[in-house]
């Protein structure tokens, strides 16, 4: 059976300008609600933020789910009920275990320029788990032309990953036009989702055409599959792919 590639296009997800925040929801978020996009796999929220300087979200709680932010541009100062206050930018990834609960804030450090990023919650499979906050940092040279591993399944082993209590695999990558990267598929259960971050970049992915800002639910693969993902874009194509079960 040949793998199943189903866009999600940039301008049919879930959109709320409010000003000081501009985002994009993958998945139904706050006031945007569509049964067709509740969950995929653990995935539960992909929401692709632009803030503008001086702003951001004030203390909120959040419980059970693991979230995590993925800088494109800017800083993005972060501070939460386990101590920690410190200001992420660009190559950083800082990653929170909500567990039995935590209360944070999320501000743009700069007083003028906006800062991208990408908010992400996966379910883990356990529930009340102690809270827990990291961060870790990759280089631009880590992403260029290749695939980064920045998440992966606790107990799993890796030189260098944020550990999740989950099935589920996250990695970056910037491509420049004309360059490639192939991802082996290990089991015919997998699911897979890519996300085009909104830079400019175009992708292909076995075949199917991306647009900047678009993702793709990618389903029934067979064992040892593959994903070729080329950038034809004139703009280095920046992307995130999640494979998870």
């Avoid at 920690?84 to 800082?94: L, M, W």
């Avoid at 209590?165 to 360059?179: C, E, F, I, P």
Wanted: proline letters at 5%; glycine letters at 8%.
């Amino acid at each position: 059976m040949a793998i199943k590639i189903t866009p999600r296009r940039s301008e049919e997800r879930g959109h709320a300008n409010h000003g000081w925040l501009n985002s994009y929801h993958t998945f139904s978020f706050a006031s945007y609600w569509d049964r067709r996009f509740e969950q995929f796999g653990p995935l539960r929220v992909i929401n692709e933020d632009v803030v503008q300087g001086g702003t951001g979200f004030p203390t909120h709680p959040h419980k059970e789910f693991e979230i995590w932010s993925y800088v494109v541009s800017g800083e993005l100062m972060h501070k939460d009920s386990t101590g920690t206050h410190e200001t992420i930018k660009r190559g950083q990834v800082q990653f929170t275990t909500a567990g039995t609960g935590v209360t944070h804030s999320e501000f743009n450090a700069h007083p003028k320029n906006p800062v991208h990023f990408l908010q992400i919650w996966a379910k883990p499979d356990q529930s009340r788990l102690p809270p827990k906050y990291q961060t870790m940092e990759w280089t631009e040279e880590d992403k260029n032309n290749k695939l980064c591993l920045i998440i992966k399944p606790i107990g799993q082993a890796s030189e260098k990953a944020i550990n999740c209590h989950t099935d589920l695999w996250m990695y970056a990558s910037v491509l420049k036009k004309g360059n490639q990267v192939v991802h082996k598929i290990s089991d015919s259960g997998r699911k897979l989702y890519i996300h085009l971050i909104n830079t400019g970049g175009q992708l292909e992915v076995n075949g199917v055409r991306l647009n900047s800002g678009d993702g793709a639910f990618i389903t029934e693969p067979g064992k040892d599959d593959q994903l070729t993902v080329t950038s034809i874009g004139e703009s280095p194509a920046e992307f995130l792919l999640f494979d998870m079960k």
